[in-house]
């Protein structure tokens, strides 16, 4: 989990994943909270969820919608994290 801890933000030129998620910011707090905050035009969206790690995903849920989600997850060798959306269920 340690490795997650920090602030990650979408790379500009990563499209696809633009596309797919918009502009974001990953907050991963020591705690196990987590900020998901979309970055829209007028406005920021923050969604306060919660973590963990288990062996290659990260496992994210919204306390006031319990569901747990599963999304797989690598840290690049110069320090990017890839997240693989929607591919695990």
Same mark, same amino acid.
Do not use: Q, R
């Given at each position: 989990m340690d490795e997650l801890i920090g602030t990650w933000k979408s790379d500009p030129g990563d499209i696809a994943g633009l596309n797919a998620c918009g502009n974001v910011t990953l907050e991963f707090r020591a705690d196990g909270n987590l900020l998901y905050i979309v970055h829209e035009p007028d406005r920021d969206q923050v969604m306060r969820l919660t973590f963990r790690v288990q062996a290659g995903f990260i496992i994210t849920d919204q306390p006031s919608k319990p569901h747990p989600e599963k999304t797989a997850y690598e840290l690049t060798q110069d +320090? +990017? !994290?890839? !997240?693989?959306? +929607?591919?695990?269920?």
């Open positions: +320090g +990017g !994290l890839i !997240l693989h959306w +929607g591919t695990v269920k």
